[in-house]
């Protein structure tokens, strides 16, 4: 990758944080080598990353994803909960793969799974955590790629949820 991939004030997904903001390309010195360096910030959680360019770590960095993959992730909340019949702790991990991956497909999958209704019972702790995890990653990138405020977006997947 090269700084050409990515411009600067552009919306990234790094698997790991969420969606982050390119805020330049630096030239750092290090152990005697120059490495270009593609900064991204993230603003929620107050953090700046410095990935080298040429190497692995940007692999993980995406664009935004198309409004088509988002509207196949929409489609996947309206689509009935399959929740597999395993030890909650073998499904929480399964449930962090999928976040951590940053596809949304594979986020709405675990916010589908997770979300309750009024009339189901509540989420134990880690549920909630992993739920909200998911739920945050999902209403931001759609926030980006529609261009809406995460209020918005947040009203629109509730909306989405509560029909469903």
């Not at 411009?7 to 330049?24: F, L, M, Q, R, T």
């Not at 692995?56 to 929740?83: G, N």
Request: hydrophobic letters at 35%; charged letters at 30%.
């Amino acid at each position: 990758m090269n700084e050409k991939t990515f411009e600067e004030g552009e919306y990234v997904v790094y698997p790991a944080h969420g969606i982050g903001i390119v805020k330049g390309f630096e030239q750092q010195n290090i152990a005697g080598s120059v490495l270009k360096m593609l900064v991204v910030s993230f603003d929620k959680d107050k953090m700046t990353i410095k990935l080298p360019l040429n190497g692995s770590t940007t692999s993980k960095l995406r664009k935004l994803c198309s409004k088509k993959e988002m509207q196949e992730a929409i489609d996947c909340l309206r689509s009935p909960t399959r929740v597999k019949k395993m030890m909650w702790s073998r499904r929480a991990q399964e449930y962090e793969t999928k976040i951590n991956s940053g596809i949304p497909m594979s986020i709405a999958q675990v916010v589908r799974d997770l979300h309750r209704t009024a009339t189901q019972p509540e989420h134990s702790y880690s549920e909630r955590q992993i739920y909200q995890e998911a739920l945050d990653r999902l209403i931001k990138e759609y926030a980006a790629v529609t261009q809406i405020g995460e209020k918005e977006a947040m009203a629109f997947l509730e909306k989405v949820l509560t029909a469903a």
